[in-house]
């Protein structure tokens, strides 16, 4: 298989894997899979997201990409452990401590696409529009979630995240589907 499906398959994964895994197999969808597998599929499908940045970095390297790429490793490094301790349901403290660290490390990760999308401008490999929207709609997301406090997040989160979300797992399959079509 070419690499550039892999790739965009990678971004389809990335764009779509947590939502499925979330929404259809998760305790709010069908209920298949408890709150601690949740989190553990959602996490496999969401490690796919560096992998493809990494890849069409080889493609086009900038420094832009090369710096949003770590950003968003180090981030989701952060998101993924905050998730991990929520869902053990340990009680007590553990839960104040996955709350404490989960939104400072997915603001990092949404930092990062945001730095990436922009360096994707400075390449050729998407149109102008695509990279554009991907940094826009990644720093939104990073703004939020940053300037938010817990107590904003708890209150509101709920009704603005999802939303923002969405939008950005959508540019994420269309990254894929440009990748995909990508001539070479």
């Known amino acids: 298989m070419p690499d550039k499906i892999v790739n965009g398959i990678l971004f389809i994964i990335a764009g779509l894997g947590s939502i499925a895994v979330y929404l259809a197999l998760g305790p709010e969808g ?11 599929f959602a996490a496999y499908a969401l490690l796919t997201l560096p992998i493809a940045f990494m ?3 080889n493609v086009a390297r900038n420094t832009y990409s090369a710096a949003g790429l770590l950003i968003i490793v180090v981030g989701l490094t952060i998101g993924l452990v905050s998730d991990a301790i929520n869902s053990t349901e340990l009680g007590g403290d553990s839960d104040i401590f996955g709350e404490a660290i989960a939104w400072t490390g997915w603001s990092i990760m949404y930092l990062g696409i945001s730095i990436t999308g922009i360096g994707y401008l400075r390449t050729n490999l998407f149109p102008k529009w695509l990279p554009g929207l991907l940094a826009v709609a990644s720093f939104v997301m990073f703004a939020f979630l940053a300037f938010s406090t817990t107590e904003m997040l708890a209150n509101n989160g709920g009704d603005i995240v999802p939303p923002i979300w969405v939008i950005n797992s959508l540019i994420l399959v269309i990254l894929g589907i440009f990748t995909m079509r990508r001539k070479e």
């Open 30 to 40: 069908t209920g298949l899979l408890d709150a601690g597998h949740t989190e553990k």
């Open 55 to 57: 890849m069409t970095n």
